[in-house]
């Protein structure tokens, strides 16, 4: 234990000793709260994606927040803190919804703000000098009508409010563009206070003088108490946008993979199992900012302690020196010309990890009408480690994106650069239904990068998108180019036809001077475009190359090829439709093993050199998963659907499996899947929809595809069965990205529909009047004691049916003109319905939809619900899930919610599903898989009542089954009493101390 940390420990002791000291001696003084910041994961606090715990340090960024829900009203509260920038910092006490106490610290003054009802008010304020970058005391004592604010133990603030506020919960603000750090909170509260042990409704966010938009703009809905209720991240399915794949060169068991909604995961076991490693990384994107958009990662090979990383459009470069634990964001002089710019790879100079290449594309949007926007390309170079960046190419806007750097090693101003790639547009693409080509090909540079040339159709190359480019590591003139492009069939038949095959992988022997295609498309496969090519380290003849539809292999460093894998039916394991491998490696210590991160998400595995893949995602994951349905006879089962396909757990989430047929390898639901049912009457009967419905019976024991009658289309967004006869089914249709979107886009709106089957699934008969056939569909409700009342929420509002769908009518009284997202029947009373209106929140209706009134009590007021569930054990108990701010919880038939996001990763949350027993719930998120809350505390087991032979769907050969959740270390934690603290007494306080002590000596 360090000096400082030992002086940290006497300090808090100290601090309590003069708490102890100060008590009221009538009633005693309990400690509710400490906190040294030393958990990175921050229990117990609400906070922005720009507020985390660092090096035992809360940090919040410019316009962050963070919030420790409670009910104390007379306190006493120290903090430690300092800031650095123009800007403020707020302490914040009794905040409610109700309204809030804020101590304003500037640079020359501290104030004491009182906020109700959104209006801020001065209760006193005086001069005072805090420096930046200085830590101070911040002390604040509360004794009914009477505030004292202390800075490094002097009084320089007493303000008396005659009306004061109701007890709340505590927190930080950081305004303007100031950083604020915090170390050190004790609270304590006189012994009868109120226990902070039910919810407190988290505010809103409420304007204070001159406050900055971020602030207003946060989302502050309520919270529950600490501990209460903690998600498990299940790690899966497999999906996202995976980019980049990498190892530790000094130890290959370690593993780093990327992916543009999930940021990085590391693995410590040879890429089997993984954990998300993102601290020092905050979240910047996506419908809520959480979303850690990292798209390439490279080790730098003389210290595989330092990797780069970099993001996806908000043109960020993030360097880690301790092997990828944390990020420290490095990118002074990088700047956005364009609308985004998106670091697309690393390269580090083999003579000193000071000189690192970072290639980049720039985005314009609506620069052209093509799908595939044509895009710049930039690369930049640090000659310091990232301390500051300079451009050393421009292509301009339009021109092609750079993605790849290779470092002649005899000669290192010898460069080359992969531009263009497979779903982006590049210079002189004009049309896609007339002339879908164009591009740059590669740049050279023989001067370390002041002048460039580019080698293109006259040096060989028939397709110049090159997605990949790999130098051989013992000849470098040798270099592997992988070209692709996405474009409409007619024109690869064109080619075809005329003798011209041009996507594929080319090979150069005179540094890059002259190409040979030494692989092209066979006529069944002439789509294909080529992402990756790869040759291995401990075998440079051994070499990898892949599309969405297959993986080829050769045994003579290019010349030649194999295809190992895939065909027209696409590549991958068992039950999955892998997608394009955006990056492959081989294992450096066996060329044939190899693992390729896919473009779709997921990351995949061979050890036999190509031919068989298995799933190697487990705990890796930036799934864009739009439904979840659990098995309402085994709560550990559990459906998913989403961007990447359907998928099935029977462990709680801990593996996941893609849908396929018994004795089959094909994936039966590749692709985009939106919808899951489960009959409750049934074992084993579940349908999935999306590119049409799939049913699994027991009876079949195998997935059949069941087709609804047109113009029902383009996808199935929504399922349901009858409750009270589950034999009646309903369908709703939509678009994918509809489905994901908090926002209907007109490009998107095509499509709806509504279908009912009397079969349990079976058959189907479209029931979509004319009026409807564009109502894109979101949510189904069904009566539970009627089959034939039925709701449906779409694009132009909610929709009642009263006679099995024959004929709709638009509920009234609801917000005209906006998109209905979600609706819910309480299963103990059918008049009971809540509908949530896109952007405006959640409405309760308690006759049937004849009136309703919006629900705002806990919740974000202009939230955009996307699901409703109701406790089927306790119907008073609902749960909803918000698109832009997370999960809630109301335990009054949803007339007040707390929000429960504590574990979530994201707060983009979609579909819900609860078990039978109501103690397993599972969300769906945008760009995090899925998530499950164990409310009775117990991680989901299967049911071991079910019959061992019926399955739905076949048991993989995944290895050795895992607990559906690691089991982590115990924490010992102390008794609490009445007051939410420590037991009082005036033996317990020096033990107390002591333990206090222990703990801080324990966590360091």
């Known amino acids: 234990m360090t000096h400082a940390r030992i002086l940290r420990a006497v300090l808090l002791v100290a601090m309590l000793l003069v708490v102890a000291a100060l008590a009221v001696p009538a009633s005693g003084q309990e400690t509710v709260l400490t906190d040294t910041f030393d958990d990175p994961a921050l229990p117990d606090w609400e906070h922005s994606p720009g507020a985390q715990a660092v090096d035992g340090v809360l940090r919040i960024e410019p316009g962050g927040f963070a919030f420790h829900g409670g009910l104390w009203a007379d306190l006493s509260l120290t903090v430690r803190a300092r800031y650095s920038g123009e800007g403020e910092l707020l302490v914040q006490y009794r905040w409610s919804d109700r309204g809030e106490y804020a101590i304003r610290l500037g640079g020359d003054f501290v104030a004491?703000?009182?906020?109700?009802?959104?209006v801020p008010r001065e209760l006193g304020a005086a001069p005072t000098s805090v420096p930046s970058g200085e830590w101070l005391q911040i002390g604040v004592t509360v004794a009914g009508e009477t505030h004292r604010v202390a800075l490094n133990g002097q009084p320089v603030l007493r303000a008396t409010d005659p009306d004061p506020l109701p007890p709340g919960g505590?927190?930080?603000?950081?305004?303007?563009?100031?950083?604020?750090?915090?170390?050190?909170?004790?609270?304590?509260?006189?012994?009868?206070?109120?226990?902070?042990?039910?919810?407190?409704?988290?505010?809103?966010?409420?304007?204070?003088?001159?406050?900055?938009?971020?602030?207003?703009?946060?989302?502050?809905?309520?919270?529950?108490?600490?501990?209460?209720?903690?998600?498990?991240?299940?790690?899966?399915?497999?999906?996202?946008?995976?980019?980049?794949?990498?190892?530790?060169?000094?130890?290959?068991?370690?593993?780093?993979?990327?992916?543009?909604?999930?940021?990085?995961?590391?693995?410590?076991?040879?890429?089997?199992?993984w954990q998300p490693s993102n601290t020092g990384i905050p979240g910047q994107a996506g419908p809520t900012g959480d979303a850690l958009p990292i798209f390439c990662l490279t080790v730098d090979p003389h210290n595989p302690q330092i990797v780069w990383a970099g993001t996806d459009l908000t043109g960020h470069i993030y360097k880690s020196t301790d092997g990828g634990r944390t990020w420290v964001e490095k990118d002074e002089g990088v700047t956005i010309e364009y609308d985004g710019l998106t670091f697309r790879g690393f390269t580090i100079d083999p003579r000193t990890s000071d000189i690192v290449y970072a290639m980049a594309e720039t985005t314009k949007f609506g620069w052209g009408d093509q799908v595939f926007d044509p895009r710049g390309g930039v690369v930049h170079k640090t000659t310091n480690g990232g301390e500051s960046w300079e451009v050393i190419w421009d292509g301009g806007m339009p021109s092609s994106l750079a993605r790849y750097l290779w470092i002649d090693p005899r000669d290192p101003d010898v460069l080359y650069v992969s531009t263009g790639i497979f779903d982006r547009g590049a210079v002189g693409q004009e049309d896609l239904e007339t002339d879908p080509f164009g591009g740059l090909g590669l740049l050279k540079s023989t001067d370390g990068g002041q002048t460039w040339r580019i080698l293109n159709e006259e040096n060989g190359l028939g397709m110049l998108y090159i997605g990949s480019l790999f130098m051989h590591p013992e000849n470098p003139d040798i270099l592997l180019a992988a070209a692709g492009h996405v474009v409409p069939e007619v024109h690869y038949e064109r080619l075809f036809a005329e003798g011209r095959i041009s996507a594929g992988i080319y090979r150069t022997t005179d540094g890059g001077e002259h190409w040979t295609q030494v692989l092209a498309s066979p006529p069944d496969l002439l789509l294909q475009a080529y992402s990756s090519v790869e040759l291995c380290p401990s075998d440079p003849n051994i070499a990898y190359a892949g599309s969405e539809m297959a993986v080829y292999r050769s045994g003579d460093a290019g010349q030649t090829w194999e295809l190992v894998a895939g065909g027209e039916g696409g590549w991958g394991p068992p039950g999955v439709r892998a997608g394009w491998p955006i990056d492959m490696q081989c294992d450096p210590r066996d060329a044939n093993r190899v693992f390729a991160n896919n473009y779709s998400g997921g990351n995949f595995l061979s050890e036999d050199g190509g031919r068989t893949w298995r799933n190697a995602s487990q705990g890796y994951t930036g799934a864009q998963v739009i439904h979840v349905g659990v098995d309402p006879f085994d709560p550990a089962k559990v459906y998913a659907a989403g961007r990447s396909g359907g998928w099935y757990s029977d462990d709680g989430g801990t593996s996941w499996h893609g849908l396929r047929n018994p004795g089959e390898d094909k994936a039966v639901a590749?692709?985009?899947?939106?919808?899951?049912?489960?009959?409750?009457?049934?074992?084993?009967?579940?349908?999935?929809?999306?590119?049409?419905?799939?049913?699994?019976?027991?009876?079949?024991?195998?997935?059949?595809?069941?087709?609804?009658?047109?113009?029902?289309?383009?996808?199935?967004?929504?399922?349901?069965?009858?409750?009270?006869?589950?034999?009646?089914?309903?369908?709703?249709?939509?678009?994918?990205?509809?489905?994901?979107?908090?926002?209907?886009?007109?490009?998107?709106?095509?499509?709806?529909?509504?279908?009912?089957?009397?079969?349990?699934?079976?058959?189907?008969?479209?029931?979509?009047?004319?009026?409807?056939?564009?109502?894109?569909?979101?949510?189904?409700?069904?009566?539970?004691?009627?089959?034939?009342?039925?709701?449906?929420?779409?694009?132009?509002?909610?929709?009642?049916?009263?006679?099995?769908?024959?004929?709709?009518?638009?509920?009234?009284?609801?917000?005209?003109?906006?998109?209905?997202?979600?609706?819910?029947?309480?299963?103990?009373?059918?008049?009971?319905?809540?509908?949530?209106?896109?952007?405006?929140?959640?409405?309760?209706?308690?006759?049937?939809?004849?009136?309703?009134?919006?629900?705002a009590a806990g919740l974000e007021p202009n939230a955009t619900v996307y699901d409703i569930v109701f406790d089927p054990t306790n119907p008073d108990v609902v749960y909803a899930s918000d698109l832009t701010s997370g999960m809630y919880r109301s335990v009054d038939a949803?007339?007040?919610?707390?929000?429960?996001?504590?574990?979530?990763?994201?707060?983009?949350?979609?579909g819900l599903s609860i078990s039978s027993d109501g103690q397993h719930l599972y969300v769906a998120s945008n760009g995090a898989g899925v998530f499950r809350l164990d409310l009775d505390a117990q991680p989901s087991q299967p049911a071991l009542e079910?019959?061992?032979?019926?399955r739905v769907g076949p048991v993989l050969p995944v290895g050795t089954p895992s607990e559906a959740q690691p089991t982590a270390p115990p924490e010992v934690v102390p008794v609490l009493c009445g007051g939410g603290g420590i037991c009082p007494g005036a033996a317990a306080l020096p033990v107390a101390l002591l333990g206090l002590v222990w703990v801080s000596r324990r966590r360091k």
């Open 946 to 950: 079910a019959s061992p032979t019926v």
């Open 170 to 273: 505590v927190g930080f603000r950081v305004e303007g563009e100031a950083t604020g750090e915090f170390d050190d909170l004790v609270l304590t509260v006189a012994a009868e206070a109120p226990p902070p042990v039910e919810a407190t409704p988290m505010p809103e966010a409420t304007p204070a003088p001159e406050a900055s938009p971020a602030i207003e703009a946060l989302p502050t809905p309520g919270v529950i108490s600490p501990g209460e209720f903690t998600w498990v991240r299940t790690g899966g399915p497999p999906g996202g946008l995976g980019y980049d794949i990498r190892y530790n060169f000094d130890d290959p068991n370690i593993w780093y993979v990327t992916d543009n909604f999930a940021g990085v995961h590391v693995s410590t076991d040879n890429g089997l199992t």
């Open 670 to 855: 590749p692709g985009e899947w939106l919808a899951v049912a489960l009959d409750a009457s049934r074992v084993n009967h579940v349908l999935v929809g999306g590119d049409g419905i799939l049913e699994w019976t027991e009876e079949e024991s195998r997935w059949q595809t069941r087709i609804v009658p047109p113009p029902f289309g383009p996808t199935v967004s929504a399922l349901v069965f009858a409750p009270s006869d589950p034999t009646t089914v309903y369908a709703g249709a939509g678009h994918h990205l509809t489905m994901i979107s908090p926002a209907v886009g007109e490009i998107f709106a095509a499509g709806g529909g509504l279908a009912a089957s009397h079969d349990g699934g079976t058959t189907w008969e479209n029931i979509t009047p004319e009026e409807l056939t564009d109502a894109i569909i979101f949510d189904l409700a069904v009566d539970p004691t009627d089959p034939q009342i039925v709701y449906a929420a779409s694009r132009i509002g909610l929709l009642k049916a009263t006679d099995g769908g024959l004929h709709w009518t638009r509920v009234a009284r609801l917000p005209e003109q906006q998109p209905v997202r979600s609706v819910a029947v309480s299963p103990a009373d059918s008049r009971f319905v809540l509908a949530g209106v896109e952007a405006q929140g959640l409405h309760l209706s308690t006759d049937a939809g004849g009136t309703w009134q919006h629900v």
């Open 112 to 118: 004491l703000h009182r906020v109700a009802g959104g």
């Open 894 to 910: 949803g007339l007040t919610w707390i929000q429960i996001n504590t574990g979530l990763t994201t707060r983009a949350v979609m």
